[in-house]
T-cell receptor, first 112, second 115 residues
Framework: GENVEQHPSTLSVQEGDSAVIKCTYSDSASNYFPWYKQELGKRPQLIIDIRSNVGEKKDQRIAVTLNKTAKHFSLHITETQPEDSAVYFCAASIPPAYKYIFGTGTRLKVLA | GAGVSQSPRYKVAKRGQDVALRCDPISGHVSLFWYQQALGQGPEFLTYFQNEAQLDKSGLPSDRFFAERPEGSVSTLKIQRTQQEDSAVYLC?????????????FGPGTRLTVL
């Protein structure tokens, strides 16, 4: 079946520390993995994504890694800032419609 | 340009009422998706349109849910005889192409509360 597991559900870090969120997917046909940030009452916003033919991608303080064999992918945020506080969702894109299967979300709190 | 818009932003319905939720995708976007997001959960896929064709409706929870996109642009999600378990945020997303590696742009959602 189509399933994405996400851990942890909540994460508190001190400002300046790193945060790591991990996801596991079940459908081996998945070939695209976006990460969305959702602030309270707002729409999900894409922060980074990775294709299945790439192992790692970095954009300033944010990086994503993908292990296709293990069906794991992770979000890494370095030098966290209070404005990073939000709920983060991982997702796997499932063909042929390329619909997203989302994880259950991680509430990140960055403590000043 | 304008992003994805949805209306109404908030809807309160009495149990048993019918509701209609509207989505205006980004102009020219071929693909349109509807998701349901329960409180504290991730969005869950409901249905997918490619232009006016509804190609996947596997996520619709019951036959009370119906979606259409008659001219390949604006879409409407209709819920008949609403139940309390229908209370959720309904998100619409659009993307420009139908292939893989394609970012979906989300609307602000419609928060439906069924009393």
């Amino acid at each position: 079946g189509e399933n994405v597991e996400q851990h942890p559900s909540t994460l508190s870090v001190q400002e300046g520390d790193s945060a790591v969120i991990k996801c596991t997917y079940s459908d081996s046909a998945s070939n695209y993995f976006p990460w969305y940030k959702q602030e309270l009452g707002k729409r999900p916003q894409l922060i980074i994504d990775i294709r299945s033919n790439v192992g790692e991608k970095k954009d300033q303080r944010i990086a994503v890694t993908l292990n296709k064999t293990a069906k794991h992918f992770s979000l890494h945020i370095t030098e966290t800032q209070p404005e990073d506080s939000a709920v983060y969702f991982c997702a796997a894109s499932i063909p042929p419609a390329y619909k997203y299967i989302f994880g259950t979300g991680t509430r990140l709190k960055v403590l000043a | 340009g304008a992003g994805v818009s949805q209306s109404p932003r908030y809807k309160v319905a009495k149990r048993g009422q019918d509701v209609a939720l509207r989505c205006d995708p980004i102009s020219g976007h071929v693909s349109l998706f509807w998701y349901q997001q329960a409180l504290g959960q991730g969005p869950e896929f409901l249905t997918y349109f490619q232009n006016e064709a509804q190609l996947d409706k596997s996520g619709l929870p019951s036959d009370r849910f119906f979606a259409e996109r008659p001219e390949g642009s604006v879409s409407t999600l209709k819920i008949q005889r609403t139940q309390q378990e229908d209370s959720a945020v309904y998100l619409c997303a659009s993307s420009s192409l139908t292939r893989a590696y394609n970012e979906q742009f989300f609307g602000p959602g419609t928060r439906l509360t069924v009393l």
